[in-house]
Every structure is written in C-alpha cells, then in structure tokens.
C-alpha cells in the first residue's frame, strides 16, 4: 500500500502541474506584436530605416551625411519626419549627395523621395527641415536644385534691408544671395557678388546688388532695393535658364 501511494502521488502531482500550466496558458493575453522600429534595417542604428535610392529622377532633401552613425543620428533628431530615412551611397544614385569640393560620404540622411520639386522646395524655404539641400535622382548631376526657381514668385518672400538678422529670411536671403552670385559669374563679372558674400544677413552689399540690378532692368521703378514679387520674377527670369539638374 505504502508503494501505491509513493507511485501516485508524483503522478497527482504532474497531472496538477500540467493542468495549472494549461489554465496560465489559457489567461495569459497574447504578447504584443513586434514594434516596427525593431523589424526595419537600421546597420548603424540611426533609428530610421537604410534605404537604398536608384535613379529616378525624383528629388529628395540631403539632411546630413558623413561616414558614421553620428551626423545622420543628429539630422533625424533635427528633422523629426515620418519620411526620413539614410542610404549608403555606393548602392545608390550616383547624384550629388554633398558640396561639389567635398569627398563623397559614405551615408546620407535624407527626406523622400517627392515625385515634383515643388514640394521638396517649399519644405526647404520654410525651414521645414534644417541645414538641407534638394538634389534630384539623376546619374551624375553635380548641381543642387535651385529652390527659387522651383516656387512661384508670387510664393517667394518679400525682402529687404529692414529684415536685418531675422533667422527666419536667412534661408530665403542665402538663396536671394546665392541667385545673385551665380547672374554674376554668367556675366563674368569680377566685382560681382562672390561666394564670400553669401551670409545670409539682408546688408547693405546685398541691397546695393539689388537695386543695380532694378535699374538694370528698367522696368523695376523705383529701384528700391527690395526684392518683392517682381524682382524675385525677373531674377529667376534671368539665372533659372542656366540651370541643369
């Protein structure tokens, strides 16, 4: 009798044990679904997806690059959009992905791709997102979209010397300064506006520029100075048509 119950006994005791395994088996709820941000290929762990871009012909906004997690980790922290991601340029577009002068990098943050180049645009002149430049997917284009030119006039924002240091036209002022460095060197102008005076500050050199070339073109009077609707038109008028990206 004694051995019946020694045998029993462990077998009560598994038959409980399973069964209180199926009934905590039975209220467990379900686990949660695996969170996404843990599913897509992040190598550098960035914290958005690598995603790899062809040629195109799309735009996208360069946000940031270098050859380390770093500088792209820091343009997704200034640029929180849903629509950032970082590719490796040696399985990409062979476009501008930095400055003409500096070296290819290695990986490059980035925001679209965007079928047209207004919107990219528009995003870029109102600071949307930081420290960016457009550039089209296009094999073996060495120039960044030219914003001013992509956006109606009547869209461009009014400018003038009594906008001083605003941060909010520094954008807007570097493009204004940008459109009349590039006027000059299609003319060959040596005393031109340079590189140098692209400061993004509305001085006085830039209000000087200006207003000769209000009164260059004779249908701009008084010359002001101030780049409203109608100056941004016959400055884009003038340096658009060199463009090619």
């Known amino acids: 009798m004694g051995r019946r119950r020694a045998v029993w006994l462990p077998l009560v005791a598994a038959l409980l044990g399973a069964a209180a395994g199926v009934a905590t088996a039975l209220v467990v709820p379900d686990e949660p679904p ?107 284009n060495q120039t960044y979209v030219k914003c001013v030119c992509e956006v109606a006039s009547a869209d461009l924002r009014v400018l003038s010397r009594s906008d001083g240091t605003d941060p909010e036209t520094g954008i807007w002022v570097r493009s204004l ?36 070339f209000q009164e260059g073109r004779g249908d701009i009077v008084p010359a002001t100075g101030v780049v409203d609707e109608l100056t941004w038109k016959a400055l884009t008028d003038r340096v658009c048509i060199t463009y090619d990206y």
């Open 34 to 140: 695996v969170s996404s941000e843990s599913s897509f290929n992040d190598p550098l762990r960035v914290g958005v997806p690598l995603v790899d871009l062809e040629c195109t012909g799309d735009a996208v906004i360069v946000l940031g690059y270098g050859e380390t997690g770093a500088p792209l980790r820091s343009a997704v922290v200034n640029n929180p959009d849903d629509s950032v991601r970082y590719l490796r340029t040696d399985d990409s577009c062979a476009t501008l992905w930095a400055p003409p002068g500096v070296d290819l990098p290695e990986y490059v943050a980035y925001s679209g791709p965007y079928d047209t180049l207004v919107e990219p645009c528009r995003e870029r002149l109102t600071g949307a997102h930081k420290n960016d430049d457009v550039t089209r997917l296009n094999g073996g």
């Open 177 to 212: 300064q940008n459109t009349l460095v590039d006027i000059d060197a299609d003319a060959g102008r040596e005393d031109g506006f340079a590189p140098s005076d692209v400061t993004g500050v509305f001085d006085a050199r830039t209000e000087e520029r200006v207003k000769e």
